[in-house]
């Protein structure tokens, strides 16, 4: 089940709200919240659901054990342990295939068979949510849990489950325990969940529909105008995708009392690659900084190595595939040279680093779309030199989608930071929308409806991961 799915905004979202509602007891609320949670998942992924209670039932008994032998070697000895077991998890499930790809490609013969596990939906964010939570216990940044259900609703909450954002226990413990619940959060919640899912629907779905038509169906034969298109298209997909879901789940959690932080801060507005990645999918780079680049030294040791591993690192947790890799590598090196360039990149005029950025960023996502190399190098020779006529529908799909490019540029624009908290224009702004906001709402609700009801495309790009 996906938020953008009739079924999820009509039957199960209402059915939870309300049985959430109807009682103050938090222990009741926690547990509607995990039966639900645990039912979305099984949705459509039944089979894996036991995985994902024991990842959270072990992490708990370790939790409570490293809190318990603080300061003592048993402690590093069982949050190691927990490490490894829930890497040794994400490891088997998602990237058993491919080392068995690559090791048969080395060797000829293996004496075991290729895994044929299909990948569990959301363990990459729940293993580093897992992982998060023991690593601070040991730390002594967070108490443990000491409820078990409420450890359980922590790791399986339908909110961020299957896409994020990465949740670390200490932004949320708290409300775990006790939420406040009103009005305002609630109006608050639908407003942005109303937003994210006109996005997701009316914009990354129609970016979608015109990426397989410009980068699957006969791609050999694109001209470069078309490649270009047809990339920066998937670049608008996988932004609105992604953000949607994020502003999506956002707004869920404050209808049921949680505050999650922002995971997109208008990337596209960025004056260079690590300015973008500091818009761009949040909870997953301060995860990595915090636990993988801050320990290898960060910048006190060793800094350049230790960007390119987080960079490898996070392009291999986007997928099984050398692609990824690839993507990784490429960003690690921008990253570097960024960082020993960085006197005279503060020196460049704003629109030359912005432009800069996109560029490399929108030529980026040709790394992030081809899994098969042949398809990858036969693409990008095309983005700078194809002798292949432009199509005759490139300029009609050009024409009739004028306002939707339009609407997507000034969705892409930092409008809170172009006019501040104290900007006259944006208090003038709030203050007038707060009348009409259920009135947009409803307009955005029932504009997402139609025209789902009326699509069978409405694919979650980052449910892959």
Same mark, same amino acid.
């Given at each position: ?22 009682? $103050? ?18 949705? /459509?992924? %039944? ?11 072990? &992490? ?11 300061? $003592? ?26 080392? *068995? ?12 068979? =290729? %895994? ?31 409820? #078990?259900?409420?450890?359980?609703? @922590? ?9 994020? #954002? ?26 942005? @969940?109303?937003? /994210? ?63 999650? &932080?922002?995971?997109?801060?208008? %990337? ?7 300015? @973008?990645? =500091? =818009? ?7 995860? +990595? ?32 595939? *050398? ?44 790394? +992030?779309? +081809? ?5 990858? $190098? ?10 292949? #006529?432009? /199509? ?21 624009? %930092?409008?809170?930071?172009? +006019? &501040?908290?104290?900007?006259?224009? =944006? ?9 009409? $906001? ?20 409405? #694919? ?6």
């Amino acid at each position: 089940m996906v938020f953008s799915s009739l079924t999820f905004i009509y039957l199960f979202l209402p059915l939870c709200l309300f049985l959430h509602s109807i009682t $103050k007891s938090d222990v009741f609320r926690n547990l509607i919240l995990t039966v639900f949670s645990l039912a979305f998942y099984a949705w /459509g992924e %039944p089979m894996w659901i036991y995985l994902m209670i024991f990842t959270a039932f072990f &992490d708990y008994l370790m939790g409570l054990l490293i809190e318990k032998w603080h300061g $003592k070697p048993w402690s590093k000895i069982a949050v190691t342990l927990s490490v490894i077991v829930n890497l040794s998890l994400l490891i088997s499930y998602k990237y058993g295939g491919f080392i *068995w790809d690559n090791l048969h490609q080395l060797f000829g013969y293996l004496p075991f068979d =290729r %895994p044929m596990n299909s990948l569990p939906i959301g363990i990459s964010f729940y293993t580093f949510m897992a992982i998060s939570y023991v690593v601070d216990v040991y730390k002594g940044d967070v108490k443990a849990q000491r409820n #078990p259900l409420n450890f359980l609703m @922590f790791i399986s909450l339908f909110q961020h489950l299957v896409a994020g #954002p990465i949740v670390r226990y200490k932004q949320i413990f708290e409300q775990t325990n006790s939420r406040v619940i009103n009005w305002t959060r609630m109006s608050e919640g639908v407003t942005r @969940f109303c937003f /994210g899912l006109f996005k997701k629907v009316v914009v990354a779905n129609v970016a979608g529909a015109l990426v397989s038509k410009y980068l699957d169906i006969g791609f050999n034969d694109l001209s470069s105008y078309e490649a270009w298109f047809g990339i920066t298209l998937f670049s608008v997909q996988l932004y609105f995708d992604f953000s949607g879901y994020s502003d999506m789940a956002i707004g869920l959690a404050k209808m049921f009392g949680f505050d999650f &932080d922002e995971n997109f801060k208008h %990337p596209y507005a960025a004056i260079s690659v690590a300015d @973008f990645y =500091r =818009r761009w999918h949040i909870s997953l780079g301060r995860f +990595f900084r915090d636990y993988v680049y801050i320990p290898l030294g960060g910048n006190r040791k060793l800094q350049l190595r230790n960007i390119m591993i987080v960079w490898l690192l996070t392009g291999l947790w986007h997928g099984a595939s *050398w692609n990824f890799v690839l993507w990784g590598f490429y960003f690690g090196c921008f990253m570097i040279i960024e960082k020993l360039l960085d006197g005279i990149l503060q020196k460049t005029p704003r629109i030359l680093r912005h432009t800069y950025t996109l560029i490399l960023i929108v030529f980026s996502r040709a790394l +992030f779309y +081809f899994t098969d190399f042949e398809k990858l $190098k036969t693409f990008v020779v095309n983005l700078f030199y194809s002798k292949n #006529p432009i /199509g005759a529908g490139f300029q009609t799909d050009v024409l009739e989608h004028t306002f939707w490019f339009i609407l997507v540029i000034i969705l892409c624009i %930092p409008w809170d930071e172009i +006019f &501040d908290e104290n900007s006259k224009v =944006r208090i003038q702004t709030v203050n007038s929308y707060q009348y009409v $906001k259920p009135v947009v709402n409803v307009a955005l609700l029932f504009l997402a409806t139609l025209l789902l009801v009326n699509s069978t495309y409405n #694919p979650f790009l980052y449910t892959r991961f």
